[in-house]
C-alpha cells in the first residue's frame, strides 16, 4: 500500500504531466518542511520549502491586514517564468514553478484541483 | 570606569537587549507563521557551514565537538548525554540515528536569562542551525539540531544525522 508521500509525490508528478506548463513542484508543510517535491536538482529542496511557507503565511497576513478576504494563491513572476503557492488544507502548501508562457487559467485549475486533493490527506 | 568603557558595557546591553526581542519571534512568527523557526533555522545553518570550513575535518562526534567548543572559545559549553541505562550516546529512532546532547550554556542562553525571555523561541533556532552548520562542515555529514527541553541550568537537545 503507498503511502501518503508516495500519493502525494504521483499528485505531483500527474500535474506535471497534465500541464506542460508546470516545470516543478512541491508540497511543503506549514512548518517549512519538504513533504513530497518533484524539483530540478539544482533547487536546494530545504530553502525552497521554508520560504514557501513563510510567504503564503505573508500572504495570509497581507490579504487579511488589508481586508481583501481569505487568501487563494500568491503568485510571483520574476522575468524567466512564475512561482504559484497555494494552501493544500490546513497544515500544507502546494508550491509550482511554471515557464514564462505558461497558460495561467489552465495553471490555476489544475493547481486548485490537486491542492485539494492533498488537503484532504493532511 | 573610563567613559570608553562604559560605552562599550552600556552598547554591549543594549544589544543583548535587543536580541532578546528577536529571540521572543512573536511578530515574526505572526507575519511568516511557523514556518520562521525554520527560516531561522537555516540562516544560522548557512552562516556556521561557513564558519565550520576554518575548523580541521573529523567523522568522530566527541572529537567534532571538542574542536567546535576550541574553535569557539567558551561560548557554547555542549556535552553528549545518554540515560544510565543507554549502552552508547547515539541512538536508533524512526530509522534515524540520533544523540541526546546536554549545553550548558550558548550565546542565546545568556540573553534570555538576562532578560527573561522564553528560549526556544526564532533565536535558539539560528543558534541550532548555527551549531548544526559547524558540525555539519567539520563531520562531512548532514545533521539536525532540536531541543527536547530547554531550562535554567540546561538545555537537552537532539542532534540528528541525515
Known amino acids: ?122 | 570606569m573610563s567613559t570608553e568603557l562604559e560605552t562599550y558595557k552600556n552598547t554591549l546591553a543594549s544589544m543583548t537587549k535587543i536580541m532578546s526581542i528577536l529571540a521572543h519571534g512573536h511578530s515574526q512568527e505572526g507575519l511568516f507563521g511557523r514556518a520562521v523557526n525554520r527560516m531561522m533555522y537555516l540562516t544560522g545553518e548557512k552562516i556556521g557551514k561557513v564558519e565550520g570550513e576554518k575548523i580541521d575535518r573529523t567523522s568522530d562526534l566527541q572529537k567534532a565537538l571538542g574542536m567546535l567548543m576550541e574553535q569557539e572559545k567558551g561560548v557554547w559549553v555542549a556535552e553528549l548525554w545518554k540515560n544510565e541505562e543507554d549502552g552508547d550516546y547515539i541512538y536508533e529512532e524512526d530509522g534515524t540515528r540520533k544523540v541526546r546532547m546536554v549545553f550548558k550554556d550558548c550565546p542565546v542562553r545568556q540573553v534570555c536569562l538576562a532578560h527573561g525571555t522564553e528560549m526556544n523561541g526564532v533565536f535558539c533556532q539560528i543558534a541550532h542551525g548555527l551549531f548544526g552548520g559547524l558540525l555539519e562542515s567539520i563531520m562531512d555529514q548532514k545533521v539536525a539540531l532540536t531541543a527536547e527541553h530547554t531550562g535554567p541550568n540546561a538545555c537537552k537537545k537532539i542532534l540528528e544525522f541525515k
Open chain 1, 1 to 122: 500500500m503507498a503511502t501518503r508521500t508516495e500519493n502525494v509525490v504521483k499528485m505531483l508528478k500527474d500535474l506535471q504531466a497534465s500541464t506542460p506548463d508546470v516545470e516543478a513542484s512541491a508540497v511543503v508543510s506549514l512548518d517549512g518542511l519538504i513533504i513530497a517535491s518533484a524539483l530540478p536538482a539544482d533547487v536546494e529542496e530545504d530553502r525552497m520549502a521554508a520560504m514557501s511557507a513563510a510567504m503564503l503565511s505573508l500572504g495570509e497576513r497581507t490579504s487579511e491586514e488589508l481586508q481583501k478576504g481569505k487568501l487563494n494563491q500568491v503568485f510571483i513572476k520574476g522575468d524567466d517564468g512564475y512561482v504559484v503557492l497555494m494552501s493544500a488544507g490546513d497544515e500544507a502548501v502546494l508550491s509550482v514553478m511554471a515557464r514564462k508562457d505558461a497558460k495561467l487559467g489552465l495553471l490555476f485549475l489544475d493547481m486548485r484541483r490537486t491542492a485539494e486533493t492533498i488537503g484532504t490527506l493532511f
